[in-house]
């Protein structure tokens, strides 16, 4: 395939206007797409970027039309939220054409099956899809058609599906995106959803603390208070032994934390969560999410967590930390996430093995 010129950004929020503006800003023919045209007004005078990056982009195109936004496009990223995959796949499934690229950015936990098998249920074209663990900015809307983007995300693990095509499509990929870095699979890039890891105990653990004060504190460094921090080295811990069954070695929370450019050296050897929460300078001036219906509960609980247990459950590893909150979130939301969130069915998985699964991916 020749090299990627033409991109559709699927979605305007924070992640989108960045990625958007900045491949932009480089030359790239980007189209961006938003299923509200009210959300693109604002931007239709250019996205104004700031701190990593400065400058203003115009997009070549904002629409709200996807057939407009997707059709003779190299590439399309899909910049939303895991919830919305589903809808994506059904919308795309008459419009994408098997020699276009999709790249799932983030695919979170599971997002590249779960997408996959929807695309094939709603009888779209095979595609050579990818995914990353996070977004590929560390990145906050300051305004309505400003975007401020405060380092791009360093080592961002990235595998294709099947992973077979991982290094075809890194080659693609890594002029759009220099950070990108080759994982081992689907899995081992689901399984690094550090959201999941650390957003359900910040946000659950201060739920009074949020509705009382509508979020107007800081969450990563006010937030997460040293007990807080100790049940986030417990997810990880469950995290990481879920992955050992799959032939996964990841790094520990603080250790990628740190890779990424979140955190201090000195917090990394120091071992604490805790302190590399206050020394987390990208994440200093983030606030906390206003209510608990808020993506930190919705997408890393029900798309975060619980595919997370799915797989522990599979390969037979114990995860009470995680299925408390699950719990928890559950109780307080009115919302049984364990049948709403990403279960093995829903990512294509019913019945298959360990070993089936690493075959197939």
């Known amino acids: 395939m020749p090299e990627v010129r033409k991109v559709a950004v699927l979605g305007a929020g924070h992640g989108g206007c960045a990625a958007a503006a900045v ?34 982009a115009s997009p070549a195109l904002l629409t709200a039309n996807l057939n407009e936004a997707v059709q003779g496009t190299d590439l399309v990223i899909l910049v939303v939220p895991s919830i919305a995959h589903e809808g994506y796949a059904k919308a795309l499934a008459p419009i994408l054409s098997p020699d276009q690229l999709v790249y799932l950015n983030p695919g979170h936990t599971g997002g590249g099956l779960h997408f996959t098998a929807e695309l094939k249920k709603a009888g779209g074209p095979t595609v050579r899809l990818c995914e990353s663990t996070t977004l590929t900015f560390i990145c906050r809307m300051e305004g309505p058609a400003t975007v401020g983007i405060y380092r791009e995300t360093a080592r961002l693990r990235f595998a294709a599906l099947p992973s077979a095509l991982t290094s075809e499509m890194l080659s693609l990929l890594q002029p759009l995106f220099p950070n990108l870095a080759a994982a081992a699979n689907v899995l081992e890039t689901g399984l690094m959803n550090i959201n999941a890891v650390i957003h359900p ?9 949020t509705e009382f004060t509508g979020g107007d504190f800081l969450f990563y460094k006010e937030a997460i208070t040293p007990s807080i921090a100790r049940v986030i080295e417990a997810v990880d811990a469950e995290r990481r032994a879920i992955c050992r069954p799959f032939g996964l070695s990841v790094p520990a929370f603080i250790d990628y934390f740190h890779d990424a450019g979140l955190t201090t050296r000195e917090a990394r050897l120091s071992r604490s969560v805790y302190r590399a929460m206050q020394e987390s300078g990208p994440n200093q001036t983030i606030k906390a999410p206003p209510s608990l219906n808020h993506r930190y509960v919705h997408e890393d609980i ?3 967590l619980v595919p997370m247990t799915e797989f522990g459950r599979l390969a037979g590893v114990p995860t009470p930390v995680m299925d408390g909150l699950v719990t928890l979130a559950s ?26 699964i690493l075959s197939m991916i």
């Open 201 to 209: 105990p910040g946000v659950l653990m201060n739920a009074g603390w």
């Open 23 to 56: 491949l932009s800003l480089r030359g790239y023919e980007v189209r961006l797409h938003s299923r509200s045209e009210q959300r693109l007004k604002p931007l239709r005078q250019g996205i104004t970027v700031r701190h990593a990056y400065e400058g203003v």
């Open 302 to 304: 029900g798309y975060g």
């Open 331 to 356: 109780t307080a939301m009115g919302t049984d996430y364990r049948k709403t969130g990403l279960t093995l069915g829903r990512m294509g998985l019913t019945g298959m093995s360990v070993q089936g």
